[in-house]
């Protein structure tokens, strides 16, 4: 031990007196914050503004490549099953008792870093988890300038927290790390080739001596919460995370009780409430603690100036009035009071340029969080970012690190999409360059600029590239940016723009060639973007169509289109209500719609598809949403489908799935012989613990089909308590209806006298004159009708071919065939 150190320890201070000089030191720091702002305007107490936030215990410590607004989306994804919430004073309190270590994952802006802040809060004031002695807040921007040093867990917590210099073993104290935003992270963290450290005096790199603390080599009493973007998760082993939580934000009720926080004034506050649910987009993002504060200030400014105009409705026009209310504050703070207009001079321009191409080219790095090497790189310099930050404190903000280190980055990842899109549309408008193509000499061109042809394909690229960049990294950008193609929006931005952009014959044509994308083999969620990018275009057109068919009566009588299928799971997956029972002929009996409506199924509980035309393919994709871990499927009837013994095999093999939860299947039919219910057995072999219902009705099982899956009815492994097999046998193995065939034979002691039977007693005539029959009891003395003689029991199929106006119907007799000609509107049954 160095003497220093051995000096300190010999003059420590009692842990006691060291834990409440960290409280009080916490306490200072942690009690006021600055919502959206790093260091203008006036603080606010945490405990006055947070509002609780839903978190969820569960789900896996993997990675996450979706766009972060596909996570938050309602349409992209459904809960599958109830979910155990917690506060965030229980986070480390697990269902089987305390645990170490806890991964926290929520999107940008969620509000993660406020949720670490209360628990560090309310531990300083004695509120809460009082068993835990010393806490430990850390965040990997602090972290992240450490990269070249070296230190061991005790110089570096006496670093950071010099109120602790009297304690030099840990082991003999309750202790929780926090390390907030694992995703901001620079350094490497090597959790297999690292070297191993149990010492907590012995210093070595930071990202080794985190590594061996995540993984419990060093120190494994400590306690550890570690915050993250859902893209970071997997930079952590996950045999080093005990608990996956995940921070939801904010519910409908947690939405209302936010804005009623913000705002004294009841009136104002349940305005903003009514107008937030007007809009999809905006009540989506809402669910975002960060995007309430962005629509309040909005709403708020443009409340208060009474503005006769509409307040904004899609995510576009929130962020260009967001941009236009942060010009307006910085005019009026520093211009002396001059700035009730945004104004744009050229000092602002130019602020907003650079910004915008710092969003750009880091955006396109992956990058949100920026140090000096990342400003050099797009022309900014340090003295430079400090001034933006001063002046647009709202929108980019400036940190520093434990050496003063300068760190920078913009209030939330959605601000630094606006303003990449926002680059990008400037420098097409003003130059005619298209940062989006890979060769944009062509495009430098005065005249470019005024071509229709070029505004056209400048959108169409844009569209083409998010659809093809990897997990819709740039979903959000292409809403952007669609959005400010629109000249209404333009106009927003006057003062800014040189010269206005395209007209609306190129926002029709762009519109258009979106619906066309529909028709590719897209995933759900880029297909969901896309209804997006329509919304930000003012199109609802397919919507409404869809609307239209649902409350019409035509519904499966119509064929949809790929766009308008696309358009039916918008619709349904976007809707409030649960997914209870889908049933496939309601909307197109037909594979292509069922391959397009896999997202509804998955999120089913109940799915009824029987007699619509599925084959083996059909079976394939089943498989696969059997298999997924949020399928919510329980029932599944693929009943009077022609999937044979092939398409059953790859059913089963979703059966196999230790995700797959379906209690009831019914292949009633299906064309089944005893191999496709040998591989029925062997799948509830390997994963015996859901099926509990399985009709193979009218199908071909055999002896030794029948027996293997009635076995399972004795196994105590398996959850099989109804299996149905009767009726059947090698004559249900026909294709179509015709495996359900029969004869019909006419009754000849029932038919009237007005009807005249052929030779061979096929073939039944309505005459004039009354043919001479015998008496008889059974025999139709007024209406011209007759009966068959077979008992039509079970699934019956018969083909009947007539003439004029004829009525069929069953009864509950042995069998009906009525013929009645004086009926003018003939129906089938």
Not at 125 to 138: V, Y
Not at 693 to 701: A, G, I, M, Q, R
Not at 784 to 812: A, D, F, H
């Amino acid at each position: 031990m160095k003497q220093e150190e051995l000096a300190d320890c010999l003059q420590r201070k009692s842990p006691s007196m060291c834990q409440r000089q960290l409280k009080s030191n916490l306490q200072k720091k942690f009690q006021c914050v600055f919502e959206g702002v790093a260091k203008a305007g006036s603080p606010t107490l945490l405990n006055q503004i947070y509002t609780e936030l839903y978190i969820t215990e569960g789900g896996a410590a993997e990675v996450n490549e979706e766009h972060e607004v596909r996570q938050i989306d309602p349409a992209s994804r459904k809960l599958d099953r109830p979910e155990i919430t917690i506060r965030q004073e229980d986070i480390f309190t697990g269902r089987h008792g305390p645990i170490r270590t806890v991964m926290t994952k929520g999107v940008a802006g969620i509000g993660k870093t406020f949720l670490t802040q209360k628990f560090t809060l309310d531990w300083a004031e004695d509120k809460a988890n009082q068993d835990i002695q010393f806490t430990f807040p850390f965040t990997f921007r602090q972290l992240n300038v450490l990269k070249e040093k070296k230190y061991s867990l005790v110089e570096l917590v006496h670093q950071f927290f010099t109120e602790t210099k009297g304690i030099c073993k840990f082991e003999d104290f309750q202790v929780v790390f926090i390390f907030d935003g694992l995703d901001e992270c620079r350094l490497h963290l090597d959790f297999h080739n690292t070297q191993i450290l149990t010492d907590a005096t012995e210093s070595t790199s930071v990202d080794v001596l985190l590594t061996n603390l995540i993984s419990g080599k060093l120190l494994p009493s400590a306690q550890l919460w570690i915050t993250t973007r859902p893209a970071a998760a997997n930079q952590i082993p996950p045999e080093c995370v005990d608990m996956v939580t995940e921070v939801r934000g904010f519910t409908d009720p947690q939405k209302e009780q936010y804005f009623r926080k913000r705002f004294t004034d009841n009136d104002q506050a349940s305005t903003i409430i009514s107008h937030i649910k007007t809009s999809r987009s905006l009540h989506i993002m809402c669910h975002i603690p960060v995007f309430c504060w962005i629509t309040a200030t909005v709403l708020e400014d443009l409340l208060k100036a009474r503005e006769t105009g509409q307040l904004p409705k899609t995510l576009t026009e929130m962020y260009i009035h967001f941009l236009v209310v942060q010009t307006k504050v910085k005019n009026i703070k520093y211009n002396g009071g001059v700035g009730a207009d945004p104004h744009w001079s050229p000092e602002n321009r130019k602020m907003v340029e650079c910004l915008g191409k710092l969003a750009f080219e880091q955006l396109q790095k992956g990058n949100v969080i920026f140090y000096e090497s990342d400003l050099t790189e797009c022309c900014i310099d340090l003295r430079a970012a400090s001034v933006y930050s001063g002046l647009f404190t709202q929108i980019f903000k400036e940190e520093r690190g434990l050496y003063e280190d300068q760190v920078f980055c913009f209030i939330h990842l959605s601000v630094q999409e606006f303003l990449a899109a926002l680059h990008v549309h400037l420098t097409f408008i003003n130059s005619g360059v298209n940062l989006l193509s890979e060769d944009q000499i062509t495009s430098q061109m005065p005249e470019t600029r005024r071509d229709q042809s070029a505004e056209k394909l400048f959108y169409q690229s844009a569209v083409d590239k998010t659809l093809h960049s990897p997990n819709g990294h740039l979903d959000l950008f292409l809403r952007f940016l669609l959005g400010l193609s629109l000249q209404t929006n333009q106009i927003l931005l006057h003062g800014l723009l040189t010269q206005t952009g395209n007209d609306a014959q190129t926002d029709q044509k762009t519109v258009q060639y979106i619906k066309t994308k529909f028709s590719q083999n897209l995933s759900p969620e880029r297909s969901i973007n896309l209804f997006h990018c329509l919304n930000e275009l003012k199109d609802r057109s397919l919507v409404e169509e869809i609307q239209q068919f649902l409350r019409s009566g035509k519904r499966s009588k119509e064929e949809l289109s790929p766009a308008q299928l696309s358009a039916l799971v918008f619709i349904l997956l976007s809707s409030e209500q649960d997914l209870d029972v889908f049933d496939l002929k309601k909307y197109s009996a037909s594979e292509e719609a069922l391959l397009r409506l896999l997202p509804v199924v998955s999120l089913s509980k109940k799915v009824l598809l029987s007699g619509c035309n599925l084959s083996e393919r059909s079976c394939e994709a089943l498989a696969s949403v059997l298999s997924f871990q949020s399928s919510t499927l329980r029932e599944l009837d693929l009943s009077n489908n022609d999937v044979q013994d092939s398409g059953v095999r790859l059913v089963s093999d979703g059966l196999r799935s230790p995700h797959c939860k379906l209690h009831t299947l019914r292949l009633s039919g299906c064309l089944v012989t005893e191999e496709g219910c040998a591989s029925l057995a062997s799948a509830l072999t390997s994963h015996p613990s859901h099926l509990r219902e399985l009709d193979l009705t009218y199908n071909h099982p055999g002896e030794s089909g029948a027996r293997l899956l009635s076995a399972g009815l004795k196994d105590p492994h398996w959850r099989l308590d109804t299996l149905r097999v009767e009726p059947g046998g090698v004559q249900w193995l026909r294709p179509g209806l015709k495996k359900y065939s029969c004869e019909l034979t006419i009754d000849t002691n029932t038919l009237n006298i007005k009807l005249q039977l052929s030779d061979n007693n096929r073939k039944v005539t309505w005459v004039e004159e009354d043919q001479s029959y015998p008496d008889h009891p059974d025999r139709f003395d007024h209406w011209p009708q007759l009966l068959c003689s077979n008992g039509l029991t079970g699934r019956c199929y018969w083909e009947l071919e007539w003439e004029g106006n004829v009525i069929i119907s069953q009864c509950m007799w042995t069998g009906l065939l009525a013929l009645c000609p004086s009926i003018q509107s003939p129906l089938t049954h």
